[in-house]
């Protein structure tokens, strides 16, 4: 009988928390590897415009990204309210397009530099003209492969 | 002198700092990846001499700076334009070589002859507004994409996807070689029998 005498006392014992930080360092390297730092600030608005027939775009190492929009809030009273291109930290005009293009293409690795992608994120309130010249500046150094760079949205969202 | 115990070290704010820079890092995290629509542009140089197109293998695109689609020079809504492009690209007129075996278009004489000779042509304005200029590309993207599932079902049952997910199946990293090997050429089949020719003209500028 004396196999089935309950266990004296009710109070529980302390759930030891000598693995916590176990989990959590587990937790920690999980989001360190995952992480991309965002190399650059934005200095434009970017409201990207909506698109559903996308692709993914994949593997950041081939990507080159050029920003374009109005300035946003902060900068406005610098730089205007005109539409503006932003390259990594910097304003820039269209001329320097495809200086940037070409010093960003000799920085990647060598059997890379044929299959990079121009990633344009252009606000959508932008005019086509600047997206023109910068396409004409893109096509004078041969990076010929762009992406228009969208939101997951219907088309609709961007007529009204 | 007698050894001494080295004296344990306090482990107790561990967590706390783990958690600290855990917190850090899931601030700074984005995990999401871009995505969009992907273009080529056409190279520089001039082609020499430009060849030859019949007027009605051209199908023209004017998005003006009003933002209004023309389409074929007839104002039309977005909504349209998808069936538009599908029924010109689809149409397979041509007679003889240019026979288009695979169409299913009404074989309207004075539209195009083949998918492969077909040709949208895409114009816009200096002043016309980007998300409108997207929402046009992306019609345009979704008619070729139409056609292409429609096609790649019809060939390939077995594979149960459609065009758009085996292509996107097919770029996905983590989908073994063997199986983007046996898709590649079923990919390659579809897209040859309706190439995407879609051409960006220069605009037109405003005076």
Do not use: H, W
């Not at chain 1, 934005?42 to 990507?63: E, F, G």
């Not at chain 2, 306090?10 to 899931?26: E, K, P, Q, T, V």
């Not at chain 2, 999401?32 to 080529?40: H, I, M, V, Y």
């Not at chain 2, 007679?95 to 000779?117: F, H, L």
Request: proline share 4%.
């Amino acid at each position: 009988m004396s196999k089935f005498k309950k266990k004296k006392g009710g109070d529980l014992p302390a759930i030891s928390t000598a693995s916590l930080p176990d989990i959590v360092f587990m937790l920690l390297f999980f989001f360190m590897v995952a992480t991309v730092m965002r190399d650059s600030t934005l200095m434009v608005a970017n409201k990207l415009p909506a698109a559903d027939q996308i692709q993914k775009l994949d593997k950041k190492d081939r990507v080159m990204y050029i920003y374009a929009g109005k300035p946003s809030s902060r900068y406005e009273d610098k730089y205007g309210k005109s539409a503006k291109i932003q390259l990594n930290d910097k304003f820039a005009s269209v001329g320097e397009v495809g200086a940037f293009i070409l010093a960003e293409r000799a920085a990647k690795r060598q059997e890379l530099q044929n299959v990079l992608t121009t990633a344009l994120k252009v606000d959508s309130e932008t005019k086509m003209g600047l997206v023109q010249d910068i396409k004409q500046e893109l096509r004078k150094v041969s990076a010929l492969k762009i992406n228009y760079t969208t939101r997951v949205g219907d088309y609709s969202q961007n007529i009204n | 002198m007698a050894k001494r115990a080295a004296p344990e070290v306090n482990a107790g704010s561990m967590a706390d700092i783990a958690f600290l820079l855990l917190i850090f890092f899931l601030v700074t995290t984005t995990i999401e990846t871009d995505s969009g629509l992907n273009r080529k542009l056409p190279p520089m140089e001039d082609q020499v001499d430009p060849p030859i197109i019949r007027e009605k293998n051209i199908f023209t695109v004017v998005v003006n700076k009003n933002n209004q689609l023309l389409v074929e020079e007839k104002l039309t809504d977005v909504a349209e334009l998808r069936q538009l492009a599908i029924d010109f690209l689809d149409n397979g007129g041509g007679v003889g070589e240019e026979a288009c075996d695979y169409c299913q278009g009404a074989r309207d004489e004075a539209s195009s002859d083949n998918p492969d000779k077909a040709i949208i042509s895409l114009k816009n304005d200096r002043e016309t507004s980007y998300k409108v200029y997207i929402a046009v590309q992306n019609e345009l993207v979704a008619a070729y994409n139409d056609l292409r599932n429609r096609e790649f079902l019809r060939l390939y049952p077995n594979v149960g996807l459609n065009f758009v997910d085996a292509e996107k199946k097919y770029d996905d990293p983590r989908t073994s070689a063997e199986v983007a090997e046996d898709l590649k050429p079923k990919l390659d089949v579809v897209k040859k029998m309706y190439p995407q020719k879609l051409s960006e003209a220069e605009p037109n500028k405003t005076s």
